[in-house]
């Protein structure tokens, strides 16, 4: 992209067709464009918000009738939205002449008529603009651009929750053999259990197939990585290859990553590597009952380690034999489990590393 964006004003970005493009349909290549130019000029952030809420209002606009006597409340609503403009680039010292085009550009939304403001007044003002959906034929495309998370329900029953500068793409009604969504952004999953159909989540460089679980996704454009984390059940991860390849790949799972509970995938975009690892803080799933509070007196190694992994789902490899007369008197609590591992391999004279998405503990026995 060869055009220079340093001195444009909101006018000027809602009149370039790209600027326009990104806004409306966002796709990767655009998305990196326009992290590195806000990265570039963070003092242009106020700026590019304000000029895609236009565009978006704009859009809204284009096909719709507002009655004449609707437009002072709209005008009510507009004047608000423009008076935080004005506090944040008193803010940011950046007022200069940008508050007058942002009016005209308001009151030739107002012209166009947007009933869409309207229908959301009574919830919060503008409250549309910071999170929108828009339809593309069957396909759905929802987008957060608000502080908060957002919950799409899909027609399968599935549940998302859209997390802020995310945008996800799905069909009105899912095919018969296969659910597919496509994500930018971060999103957890919630996937109802169809065996019949399984869900395939298109992030970047990477597919997600699952049948039935709940589970994380970031796959921002800009990011040096793609992350998949799984909270419960298990799923498949592939790189998102050719045609070919890929149908290839979702038939034979064994070719993918697969993640369980407390697992996950990171795929390094500049190595295009996937490395499965453990999750940054493990979550127990189930909770211990031989050993409340996981409280051990004089107890041996391998009953701690199978505590441990019915607790949090993760498999713990060690030598059973070499470590055989290894005992545990420790009251561990609900410290994190790498927390836990450090205190327990401490206490027997051990060590462990995170090896695929395992813990793995290297001892020289008890005597």
């Known amino acids: 992209m060869s055009m220079n964006y340093q001195n444009f004003e909101i006018e000027d970005f809602v009149a370039d067709d790209y600027f326009k493009n990104?806004?409306?349909?966002?796709?990767?290549?655009?998305?990196?464009?326009?992290?590195?130019?806000?990265?570039?000029?963070?003092?242009?952030?106020?700026?590019?918000?304000?000029?895609?809420?236009?565009?978006?209002?704009?859009?809204?606009?284009?096909?719709?009738?507002?009655?004449?006597?609707?437009t002072a409340k709209i005008w009510d609503n507009i004047q608000h939205r423009v008076q935080d403009s004005e506090e944040r680039q008193r803010e940011n010292h950046l007022f200069k002449f940008r508050i007058p085009y942002f009016r005209i550009a308001a009151a030739l939304v107002i012209c166009l008529g947007i009933s869409f403001w309207w229908k959301t007044q009574n919830k919060h003002p503008m409250a549309y603009l910071s999170s929108y959906s828009q339809t593309d034929g069957d396909y759905i495309e929802e987008v957060n651009l608000s502080n908060t998370t957002k919950k799409i329900y899909l027609s399968d029953g599935s549940v998302v929750s859209l997390e802020k500068n995310s945008t996800l793409r799905f069909k009105q009604a899912f095919e018969a053999h296969k659910r597919v969504v496509y994500l930018t952004g971060e999103a957890f999953f919630e996937v109802s259990k169809n065996p019949k159909r399984p869900f395939l989540v298109y992030a970047n460089e990477l597919i997600t197939?699952?049948?039935?679980?709940?589970?994380?996704?970031?796959?921002?454009?800009?990011?040096?990585?793609?992350?998949?984390?799984?909270k419960t059940g298990k799923v498949s991860v592939f790189a998102n290859k050719s045609t070919t390849e890929r149908d290839e790949k979702l038939e034979d799972e064994l070719k993918g990553v697969v993640l369980k509970p407390n697992q996950q995938v990171v795929y390094e975009r500049k190595s295009d590597r996937l490395n499965k690892m453990l999750v940054e803080k493990?979550?127990?799933?189930?909770?211990?009952?031989?050993?409340?509070?996981?409280?051990?007196?004089?107890?041996?190694?391998?009953?701690?380690f199978a505590t441990l992994q019915k607790a949090y789902g993760i498999e713990i490899v060690y030598d059973e034999d070499l470590m055989k007369k290894c005992y545990l008197t420790a009251p561990l609590g609900d410290e994190p489990l790498?927390?836990?591992?450090?205190?327990?391999?401490?206490?027997?004279?051990?060590?462990?590393?995170?090896?695929?998405?395992?813990?793995?503990v290297y001892s020289k026995g008890c005597e």
């Open 282 to 304: 493990p979550a127990i799933l189930v909770e211990p009952s031989s050993f409340q509070n996981f409280e051990f007196d004089n107890t041996p190694i391998s009953i701690v």
């Open 338 to 360: 790498f927390d836990k591992m450090k205190l327990i391999c401490k206490t027997i004279g051990a060590s462990y590393e995170i090896i695929d998405g395992q813990v793995v």
């Open 22 to 70: 990104w806004v409306l349909n966002p796709n990767a290549e655009s998305d990196a464009f326009w992290h590195r130019y806000l990265e570039e000029y963070p003092e242009k952030n106020s700026v590019i918000e304000d000029a895609r809420l236009l565009v978006i209002g704009l859009r809204e606009a284009e096909a719709q009738y507002f009655p004449l006597e609707k």
């Open 209 to 230: 197939k699952v049948l039935g679980t709940s589970f994380r996704i970031k796959a921002y454009a800009n990011a040096k990585e793609v992350t998949v984390s799984v």
